[in-house]
Structure formats: structure tokens, C-alpha cells
């Protein structure tokens, strides 16, 4: 019996117009080739699981939509129809716009049907090994806050030089937000406040 999660009902309708026939349709195709798929609800967008592994999710912005596979790094993309193939990415397909966008059913069913494979077997993409000594850490940046950082260079250029540490304790906090009005607003005061050479917990410095 298919799995539907009300948020992910919710989610459609409130996107914007040119997203919605996008992420009905993918949701479908999710749905026709993975029966078991249980829909569920992570870092404010659908996320589709299978096995009790995530498999694949999708979201829309104010332009586009994505669609993007967990364990796109292992997937043999033999229709090339992947435009980058990290876990981190949550877009796999590009920037969507339109249902014409996306690849044929059959190509996209096909990529659906070995990530489910994936998952009956339980592979798991490999962990990135630690850095090395003295190796400069890097933190993976959502593509949410990059989209927001283009629109405010002196922002952008501030985060760009912040630490390691200073720059997962916002990623955390936006990542933390229950909702996703609450993460906008978290990011909309970390904008001004990165802007101002600020870290996460500025207040607290001299306490």
C-alpha cells in the first residue's frame, strides 16, 4: 500500500506554480517504480525512503526544482543524465523548471529501480576519510545558504574566510530549524550578522 506523508501534500501546494507539476510528477514515478517507498520528512523538503534507508528526494525553490538520489555516488549514470553525482548535492537532475526537464520515464525509472537495489542490499556510500594532520577541514554547505550568500557579497565574502568551526555552528543551526519559515528567518539574521564579520555565538564572546 503506497506510503503518503500529509507534509509532502502540503509541500506541493505551497510551492510555487511551475514547481508543482514537477514534483507531482516525480512523486508519482517515485511511487510506480518503488511500491514499498515510504515518504517522509527531512531538512525542510519530501524525502522518499526504501528499506529503512533513504533513497531519493526532491524540493523546489523560488526557480527551479530538484530531484536527487542519497547514494547518487555509487549509481552507474550509463544515460548521463546526472549532473553531479556527491551525496552532498541535493540535485542530481539540474535545475528543473518544467516537466520537460526531465528525463524520459523509462531513463528515470531505471535510475529509481538501482538505487532500490542499492538499498535491498544495504550498501552504503563510503565515509570520507578524516583529514590528515594539520589537513584544512572543509564543511559542506547546503545549497539553500549558497543561494542566499550569492545575493549578499559582503556575506559571502566573510564566510568564505570564516573557520571550520564557525561556519558548521551556522550550517547547524539552519539545519536544526523545525520548519522551514524558522530556518529562513535563521538565515535571513546570519546574513547580517556574517556580514558583520559575527560569529554564531557573538553574543557570548566576552561572557
Known sequence: MPQFDPRVDAYIEKSADFAKPILLH????????????????????????????IMCNMAAFKEHAVFGFWKAALLSDVDNILTVTDRQSM??????????????????KKYIKAAMKLNEDGIKVPAKPKPAAGEKKEVIVPAYFISELKKNKDAAKVFKAFSYSNKREYIEWFEDAKTEETRNKRMAQALEWIAEGK?????YKNC
Open 26 to 53: 516525480l512523486r508519482e514515478l517515485v511511487h510506480a517504480a518503488c511500491p514499498e517507498v515510504e515518504e517522509t520528512w527531512k531538512w525542510s523538503f519530501p524525502v522518499f525512503v526504501y528499506k529503512g534507508a
Open 91 to 108: 540535485g542530481h537532475l539540474g535545475k528543473l523548471q518544467s516537466v520537460k526537464d526531465l528525463p524520459k520515464n523509462t531513463v528515470l
Open 199 to 203: 560569529s554564531r555565538h557573538w553574543k
